[in-house]
DNA sequence: CACACGTCCTGGTAGC
DNA sequence: TGCTACCAGGACGTGT
């Protein structure tokens, strides 16, 4: 599932790989995957064709390719967001073939690619994520937008999203005061993009465990050094998932699947219901909480007697 | 069939 | 009381 080291996987790729693309033409398969996007399918195309993707921005897990085109004022970006199961693929078809994929929801056509490719295909099998044109506009604060951005732009859409812990212009003690601020869990407050962006749930568990605290931890009793230490967790756990994720992927093809080497190999507890604790080999505990799974090591992050769930 | 999960949206509550 | 900001949780969607 795509967090903060996918997309900025996937940006990167998109950045050396169709930076300077003209779109010839834009195919969608499945409406509901531009269902943000306000012109519709047929608007979302007519947005795309003849304009040039200057480079890929990415701020948390939305990614934006900022749209040059003479004939219009505005600026302007085509927004992605992955979701739980979003790809984007940048294909030549000449060297892959015709083959489309099976959940293949739409297709880019494009010319001039640095890298040759033909087509940039989202492919989306829980369709969660989306693809929109959206027009950019000024940050609050006058600084970048975002990751790889030269730009203080951001979508509209992307205007309510904080700044990410890989963010240079990111305040972070700024985020500790807002988490200790608010009247909740650790968790939901990693959780909330509005408060720190990128985070999902596999990796606020992970950094929860390197840093001993418990998910339900209430925000308000932690001291500042405590929240710093759970942020400087996730930047950490984070950082070391792109350092393996950006290295697997091959010239002609953006892989986003969450199932990549680093899942597998590296989580502590995020899956491991039942299996030793890397640190203690207390087994790993499974609890329901949001809607989905949080995996704690019951000796290491010890379930508060006041928590926040 | 329940389950996986991120974001949007709604309805509710806390605090001033 | 009324307002605002914040918070919790359901809905969405597909395939295993």
Same mark, same amino acid.
């Given at each position: ?37 306000? &012109? ?32 219009? &004022? ?11 199961? &979003? ?22 056509? *494009? ?11 989202? *492919?989306?099998?829980?369709? /969660? ?54 009247r909740t869990g650790?968790?939901r ?5 509005? *408060? ?20 339900a931890?209430a925000t ?53 219901? &039942? ?19 949080? /995996? ?10 006041q928590g926040r769930w």
């Amino acid at each position: 599932m795509p967090e903060l080291p996918e997309v900025e996987t996937v940006r990167d790729g998109l950045d050396r790989l169709v930076a300077g693309a003209v779109v010839r033409d834009a195919e969608v398969f499945r409406d509901y995957s531009v269902r943000r996007h306000d &012109g519709g399918p047929a608007g979302f195309a007519d947005q795309l064709r003849g304009r040039r993707l200057v480079g890929a921005v990415r701020r948390g897990k939305y990614l934006w390719l900022p749209l040059a085109d003479p004939r219009q &004022g505005a600026s302007a970006a085509l927004l992605a967001h992955l979701g739980m199961s &979003g790809q984007l693929l940048v294909r030549d078809p000449a060297v892959a073939g015709e083959w489309a994929h099976p959940h293949l929801r739409v297709r880019l056509h *494009v010319d001039e690619a640095p890298s040759g490719a033909h087509y940039v295909d989202f *492919v989306d099998q829980r369709t /969660f994520g989306h693809l929109a044109v959206t027009d950019l506009e000024p940050t609050a604060d006058g600084a970048s937008g975002g990751y790889g951005s030269p730009l203080p732009a951001l979508p509209a859409p992307v205007a309510h999203i904080a700044r990410d812990l890989l963010d240079p212009a990111l305040d972070r003690d700024a985020v500790v005061a807002t988490v200790r601020r608010r009247r909740t869990g650790i968790k939901r407050a990693l959780l909330d993009q509005t *408060v720190v962006s990128g985070i999902g749930n596999i990796y606020a568990d992970e950094a929860l465990w390197r840093a001993r605290v418990h998910f339900a931890r209430a925000t308000d009793t932690m001291t500042r050094p405590v929240v710093h230490r759970v942020l400087d967790a996730a930047t950490e756990v984070m950082t070391e998932a792109l350092g393996q994720g950006g290295t697997s992927f091959d010239a002609l093809y953006v892989n986003v699947n969450g199932e990549s080497g680093y899942f597998s190999r590296s989580l502590a507890v995020y899956g491991r219901a &039942g299996e030793p604790c890397p640190r203690c080999a207390t087994p790993v505990r499974r609890d329901e909480f949001m809607n989905r799974s949080s /995996f704690t090591c019951p000796r290491c992050q010890p379930r508060p007697r006041q928590g926040r769930w």
